[in-house]
């Protein structure tokens, strides 16, 4: 899942490349033709709505494992992010009919909503909006709800460049929720092969406590340049965040109104791995929320406040902070990414709010 797709968009032709992005995703996630139909007609709306509402802003098009967390078939994750005017009304905004652009028809959102299994809509005026949409091999039912997903995360390539080194999974086992993110070694197809190798392991580890994933991890990444990798896993019977990590992939827990930032151990799984594995353990509560985060996100990162951004789905929280860490003036200089683990909320997955 190291492929990925950045699309700036400023002008009118920036649309059609959204599109085929899209087209392309489906056609890597193996997503059969009317799937891949609805994942070109949500870029293209998002696009369109980009230049139309927001002056501009950018597609990020990532293949994302299907909301069951078993990694065999994928889905395809589209997000629209813009530091435009925003919206001040997200509900009316969902709702066919509604614009504020002149001779717009306005049903973009409302077909976006429909046409993805998951849609997520996060705007403050002022300040931009944040879209999210996922893409599964199966249409939604008709008035099911969609199945809750308690992680989600966005990674973008340095340069633009079509490999990331960067990946991000989820499983559920059980009662544990285990979260993880690598960063390959360097960047390119090199660091994309480790960081996926990572991932694929987490699949066949999942009953694994993190600081046992992390050596299985060791041994199997031995054949790649490594990666540093960190794992957090919730068990939610005993409502207790585990979280150990190698290397220099980012964490910070919320718990009440207050972050607090958990370290990894210096090396590289693969290559330098460290005798003992700190295993930091938290209480997990209903308010909690996880983020991890590659090195590509400026080291001064702020994380966010807001109350409503804190409620969305975990994609949205994760898109969010990648925008709101970067900037022209401080441009990546490495892949990025942001993976969020949130608890379980047994909401539709089209509720989002102001």
Known sequence: MSRVWEIP???????????IAAREACGQAGLAAAR????ELVATELATNLLKHAGGGRMVVNLVAAPAGGGETGSVQL???????GIADVGAARRDGWSTAAGSLGAGLGSCQ????????????GR?????????????RRGAPAAPVPAGGITTALAQAEQCGDAW?????????????????????KAAHASTAAVAELHRAAQLPPADILRRLHTVLRPTRGAAVSVAQVDT??????????????????????????VSHPGIVGAYFPAQVPVRRVPWHGDSLLVLHSDGLPSRWQPPQD?????????????????????????????????VLAPDRRTSAHDSRL
């Open 9 to 19: 968009v400023h002008d009118s032709t920036r649309v059609r490349d959204a599109r």
């Open 36 to 39: 891949t139909a609805a994942a």
């Open 79 to 85: 997000f629209s992010l813009d530091h435009g005017p």
């Open 114 to 125: 429909r046409s993805a299994n998951a849609f997520h809509l996060y705007s403050l005026p």
């Open 128 to 140: 931009g909006t944040v879209a999210a949409a996922r893409i599964d091999p199966e249409p939604i």
């Open 169 to 189: 999974s989820w499983v559920r086992s059980g009662s544990l929720v285990t979260l993880l993110l690598a960063d390959g070694l360097g960047h390119g197809p």
């Open 237 to 262: 019977d005993r409502a207790e965040l585990s979280f150990a990590g190698v290397g220099n992939v980012g964490a910070r827990v919320r718990t009440g109104d207050s972050w607090t930032s958990l």
């Open 307 to 339: 109350p409503h951004l804190l409620a969305q789905d975990p994609s949205v929280v994760a898109a969010a902070i990648l925008r709101d860490a970067g900037s022209p003036a401080r441009p990546a200089r490495d892949d990025t990414s942001v993976a």
